[in-house]
């Protein structure tokens, strides 16, 4: 169903919805802020918050932004998505500005694919569903399983690149929400522009925070991709003593679903975290393994370096104030 929210999705200046003690602690000349309208009911709509902090916001989830170009003189506008806000009609204060038919294409899939882990009410989810959208270059897309980036349109056929979550013969190393996938640059895939794909992320941000460049100057996708370093890979992964550090993977136990991320390995044992699949990794248990432990399961991705070495400084740190605690003890 193809829907027209034109005169919806509108940039309007807006009092923040605060309550007065919050609203205290908010300086003055920041508690009107612009947000994105949406769903305009009779005494209220729903807005996402704008900001100017766009090098300072540093959330790793690709659908949580949406940078929105330049309104105010030099002034950057990112959208943040990552909750939306019932503003009453008074608090709002003057327009702000349009979007391009092409964000609202964005922030549109974005939104779709945040609603699984999010907590917008459910008259916006509901509401979201009844758009259409098309996919992009750069948009990480999954069909029958699989996962693809787009590196190019020609007429009504996508242009793919498989991607996997572990290193492939051959394929490139590219990153997005945190982790790192590897891209089979020489398999590229025509298929038909149809609604057999979904929308999963995007693989660069070429257009946020240190990597805003002009149209006519950015590389496409295609070309980075070619410049990057292969990899020549001939492990077997379906082994626990063969995956490398930051590795992360699904498996069984007591008819639940847990997560284990790899920290190290040596020739006698692996040292991991593990927890439940919906905890956050920081929160995950330390455990140290024998290097031939057996065990059924599935990789799920590869952490970036950085993501990794804070897990591991973080460990390190509640090793070091157990050891404090054990010796005020003795």
Do not use: W
């Given at each position: 169903m193809e829907s027209d929210i034109s005169k919806i999705f509108e940039l309007y200046w807006a009092l923040m919805p605060l309550s007065t003690e919050e609203m205290s602690k908010i300086p003055v000349s920041h508690r009107i802020r612009p947000y994105l309208i949406c769903m305009d009911h009779d005494n209220y709509c729903y807005g996402?918050?704008?900001?100017?902090?766009?090098?300072?916001?540093?959330?790793?989830?690709?659908?949580?932004?949406?940078?929105?170009?330049?309104?105010?003189?030099?002034?950057?506008?990112?959208?943040?998505?990552?909750?939306?806000?019932k503003l009453p009609e008074e608090n709002l204060r003057g327009f702000f500005g349009y979007l391009s038919k092409e964000k609202e294409n964005e922030i549109i899939k974005k939104i779709q694919a945040n609603t699984a882990f999010s907590n917008y009410p459910k008259d916006v989810v509901e509401y979201f569903k009844s758009f259409s959208t098309s996919i992009s270059c750069n948009d990480v897309?999954?069909?029958?399983?699989?996962?693809?980036?787009?590196?190019?349109?020609?007429?009504?056929?996508?242009v793919l690149v498989p991607i996997y979550k572990?290193?492939?013969?051959?394929?490139?190393?590219?990153?997005?929400?945190?982790?790192?996938y590897y891209a089979d640059v020489d398999n590229l895939v025509f298929m038909q522009n149809d609604n057999s794909f979904t929308y999963c992320t995007q693989l660069f941000g070429l257009?946020?925070?240190?990597?805003?460049?002009?149209?006519?100057?950015?590389?496409?996708?295609?070309?980075?991709?070619?410049?990057?370093?292969r990899f020549k890979c001939t492990c077997d992964y379906s082994k626990l003593y063969m995956l490398e550090p930051g590795m992360i993977i699904d498996y069984l136990k007591d008819d639940m679903i847990f997560k284990m991320i790899i920290l190290n390995k040596d020739a006698n044992h692996i040292e991991v975290i593990t927890g439940n699949?919906?905890?956050?990794?920081?929160?995950?248990?330390?455990?140290?393994?024998?290097?031939?432990?057996?065990?059924?399961?599935?990789?799920?991705?590869?952490?970036?370096?950085?993501?990794?070495?804070?897990?591991?400084?973080?460990?390190?740190?509640?090793?070091?104030?157990?050891?404090?605690?054990?010796?005020?003890?003795?």
């Open positions: 996402f918050p704008c900001t100017s902090n766009v090098y300072g916001d540093k959330n790793r989830y690709t659908n949580s932004r949406v940078y929105l170009g330049r309104y105010t003189g030099d002034t950057q506008t990112l959208l943040k998505l990552e909750q939306i806000y897309v999954i069909s029958n399983n699989q996962l693809y980036n787009v590196v190019g349109l020609i007429n009504r056929k996508l572990y290193p492939v013969d051959n394929s490139v190393e590219c990153h997005t929400d945190g982790l790192i257009d946020y925070g240190d990597y805003i460049k002009d149209k006519d100057s950015m590389e496409t996708l295609a070309e980075y991709y070619y410049k990057l370093p699949e919906n905890e956050m990794y920081s929160n995950f248990k330390y455990e140290k393994l024998p290097i031939d432990t057996d065990m059924c399961f599935e990789i799920t991705g590869t952490l970036i370096k950085d993501r990794l070495d804070k897990l591991r400084n973080k460990l390190i740190q509640e090793q070091g104030s157990n050891n404090n605690r054990l010796t005020m003890k003795i």
